[in-house]
């Protein structure tokens, strides 16, 4: 880990971002929980809070909860239920989604967000069979290999002017290696080439340098 990119994320955080601070304690008490430490950065997270606001989202899927911290970050930027405030969180593991669901009524945001244990390709078929309002915004985050499958099923749920964002999806540059081996780089490239071939989208990828180290996110814009 870069320590100027953890000073300036410090810097930019502290100036900009003290809401940051009530979140800190998903970290603390996921790691404390056992949980890996791979949850987006604050800043990060602020990134999509704003992205969030800016498209007026109220309805949002997010894919790979953890301990709830991108989660918390989503569902704080979102209207109260009562204005049609949601999101629902996709997760494999009982014991994660389980600390996620402690930390988001701590946060008191348990009225706004619904975690669905299982495999989230499972369970993307079965929010998709019950043919629901469309999302706004959708957080792709958790295994790597399983990227493209997530897109495919998100793109139909997602209502034109909607986004669907993609993290990890850079890996310190490994992203490029067109012979890589490695699972998630091939999820990684995958998606690339689907989203490449999908004209109902419009995408970038901006790098991201910080205190998670060297790595990024796909934004797709579903067109209008
Ligand atoms: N979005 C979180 C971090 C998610 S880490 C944050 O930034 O705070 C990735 C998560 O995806 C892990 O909790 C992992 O258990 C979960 N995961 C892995 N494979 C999965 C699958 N097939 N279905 C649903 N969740 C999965
Ligand atoms: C890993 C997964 C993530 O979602 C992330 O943001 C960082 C690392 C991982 O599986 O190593
Ligand atoms: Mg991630």
Same mark, same amino acid.
């Given at each position: ?150 897109? #495919? ?7 034109? =002017?909607?986004?669907?964002? $993609? !993290?990890? +999806?850079? /890996? @310190?540059?490994? *992203?490029?290696? #067109? ?7 091939? =999820?990684?490239?995958?998606? $690339? !080439?689907? +989203?490449? /071939? @999908?004209?109902? *989208? ?10 998670? =180290? ?11």
């Amino acid at each position: 880990m870069n320590e100027t990119w953890s000073g300036v994320d410090a810097y930019f955080n502290g100036a900009l971002a003290p809401e940051a601070r009530d979140l800190e304690f998903i970290l603390e008490a996921s790691a404390a929980a056992g949980l890996p430490a791979i949850s987006v950065s604050p800043a990060q997270g602020k990134l999509l809070a704003l992205l969030a606001r800016a498209i007026g989202a109220r309805r949002v899927l997010e894919v790979g909860t953890l301990g709830g911290y991108s989660a918390a970050w989503l569902a704080r930027a979102l209207p109260p239920p009562t204005a049609g405030g949601t999101l629902i969180t996709l997760e494999l593991d009982k014991h994660h989604a389980e600390a996620a669901r402690a930390h988001l009524a701590h946060l008191r945001l348990d009225d706004r967000v619904e975690v669905i244990v299982g495999s989230a390709i499972d369970s993307l078929a079965a929010i998709a069979s019950e043919k629901p309002e469309p999302f706004d915004l959708v957080f792709i985050d958790a295994d790597k290999p399983s990227n493209a499958d997530y897109f #495919a099923r998100a793109l139909p749920m997602t209502r034109p =002017g909607g986004i669907i964002i $993609v !993290d990890n +999806v850079v /890996r @310190e540059g490994a *992203v490029v290696d #067109a012979s890589s081996k490695d699972p998630g780089v091939l =999820g990684v490239r995958r998606l $690339v !080439d689907a +989203v490449a /071939r @999908e004209k109902r *989208v419009s995408a970038t990828v901006v790098q991201t340098v910080g205190s998670k =180290g060297y790595d990024g996110f796909l934004l797709a814009y579903v067109n209008g």
